[in-house]
C-alpha cells in the first residue's frame, strides 16, 4: 500500500469511528424531527464528502484538540471582537496587523459579519445573502482561508457569525420565494393573509420594537406575509422543513473546512417557531443544537460551538445540554455584563455578588465567555426580583440606568444613547463604548485631568474584575485604548436609525499609535491591561475549571472574587465607588504577593483607591 492510500485509510477509521459514535443518536434525533429518511441518508452522506473535503491541517488541529479536549478552557485564551474594516479596511489588512492582535496578547479573534450582505439592508452583516461568498470590500474566500491559515500559524483562533435564523431578502432562496416558486415559500413563513400573522403577535415579543416593529411584514408583489422577527429584510428560516436544516449544516461546514475555529450561532433561541408560543428556546431549538454539535464532532471536532443566548441564566445554561449530551462549547455571560454596568451605576455590589454566586455554583466545564461591551446595545436584563427586596421597581429602575448612562442622572460621567425605547412598553436599552461609559468622554472634552484619570481607574479596574470572573475574557476592539463613542454614523443614512453604530466606530490607529507614549490615556490602558493579561496567562489560578467564590467584603461598593486551582489561590478585591476605601478582609491572613506592584504585603487591610482594585496571590512564606 502507497504512503497516500495509507493516509487515506487511516483517514477513513478516523471518520468511521466519529461517524459511529454519533450515528444513532443523531438519526434518533433527526427521525424525531423530520421523520425522513431519505433526508437524513443524504445528510450523512454530505457528512462524509465535508470531511474528505477538508484539508489535512486542520484534520491534524482537530486531532490534537480531541486529545486535549481542555485546550480553549486554559488561562491563556483572550479573545477580541472586531469589524474587519473598522479594524484594519479588510481580510488582508487584518492579516497584515496580527503582531497588534499578539500586542494585545489576544488570541482569538472574532471576525464581526463579514458574509455577502445587501448594503443598507445588511443589520451590521446580519443579513447574509451568500453563505459562501464573503462581501466584495472585504476580500474573497481564499482571502479568509489566508487569514486563517496565518492565524493557525500563530496559535490565534478564528470566530465568525453564523446567522441561522434567517436570511437576507437578497438570497437566492428568498428571490425565488418571493416570485411564488413553493419549493422556496416553504424555507420560510409564508401566508396570504394576516390571520395566522395576527395569531403569532399574540404571543412573540418584538425584538426591534422601534427600528423594525412587529413579527412579519407584507410583500406587496408577492401578495404575502413573511415572518420577519429581526429587520423587515431578514426573513426568518422555516427549520421544520429537512431541506433548510440539511442546507444551513451544509453551509457550516463549508466555513469551518475555510479554517475557522469557533462558530457563534447567531441568535439561536428563535430558530424554532410555534404558534401561540413566544417562538423563543423551544424544545426544538435543542435537538437542532445538539444534531449540530453531533455533526461537527464527526466532521470538523476542533471547531467550537459559541452559543449567542442573550437572556437570563435559566435560559442560557440550558444551551450548554447536559455533559453526556453537551450542546455548545461557550455562551455569552450576559446577565453578569449587564449586572457590572448596573453595579458602576449603584455603586452597590450586592446584586452583582448574587449573581456571580450562581455561575459560580454551575457545573466548572460550562465554559462562558466574560465581556464588558460588544457591538450590541445593553439590555438591562438584571435579577429584579432581588431588586425589589432593596426596594428597586423594574420600570424605575431601568429608567435610571438609562438616564445615568446618558449622563443625566446620580453621580455620573457617563456618555451614550438610548436604543430602541419602546413607546409601548416605556422600556429602551442602551449603546455606548467602555470608555465613554467610564466617563473619559466627558473628561477628554472638558480637558479635566483628574476627572481623566479617574475614569481611566474604573475602566482599568473593570478589566481587571472582567479577568478574575470564570470563563473567557474578551475585548471589544478599540477598547484596549480607550475608545470613546463615535457619532459620525448619524451622518450616514443607512446607519442613523441604529444607535448601536455608536460604538462600532472604525479603530483609530493615531491613538493606537500613542500607546508607547508615556503618560498618554491610551498608553496608561494599554499597558495596564496589558499587564493584567499577562499575569492572567503566567498564573494557573486563571483556568476556567478553577474554583471560583465571592468573599463579602464588609463594603457595599467593594467586590471580592477569589480562584483556587491546584493549591494556588488568588485573590480580587474591587472599588466600584468614587471614593478611596479600605476592607478589613478577615479571611486573608499573612503574608501574600500584590501582584500588581510585585511587592510582599501583610494584614488584613486592604488600601483601594477610588475605582482602585488589587490582586493579591495568597502565599504559606
Ligand atoms: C444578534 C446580533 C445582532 C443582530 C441580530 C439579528 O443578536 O448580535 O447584532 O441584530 O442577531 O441577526
Redesign the pocket.
Known sequence: MGRKQAGALRDRNVYTKRFDRHFEELRWLYMELYDNGSMFAELCDNLECFYNERGQALKALDEKREAHAQWYRQNDMLGMMLYIDNFAKDLSGVRQKLDYIKRCHVNYIHLMPFLDSPKGRS??G?AVADFRKVQPELGTMADLEKLTEACRQENISVCMDF?M??TSEDHEWAKRARQGEGEYMSRYFFYDNGEIPAEYEKTVPQVFPTTAPGNFTWLPDAGHYVMTS?YPY?WDLNYRNPRVFNEMMYNFLFLANKGIDIIRI??VPYIWKELHTQCRNLKQVHTIVRMMRMISEIVCPGVLLLG?V?MEPEKVVPYFGTIEKPECHMLYNVTTMATTWHTVATRNVGLLKKQLDIVNALPKEYVFLNYLRC??DIGWGLDYDTLRTYGMEERSHKDYLNQYFQGYAGESNSRGELYNADPVTGDARFCGTTASMCGIEKALSMKDDEALQRAVRLDVMLHAYMFMQSGIPVLYSGDEIGQCNDYAYKNDADKAADS?YIHRGALDWEAVGRIDEAGSAEAEIFGRLGQLESIRKSEKAFVSVADTWTIDTGDASVLCIARRYEGEEIIGIFNFSEHDKTVHMEEIGGKCLDMISGQYREGMEAELTAYGFCYWKLSDQ
Open positions: 443589520d451590521g446580519y446567522v435564523n434567517h429581526f431578514q447567531d441568535a449567542e442573550v457591538h450590541d448601536r
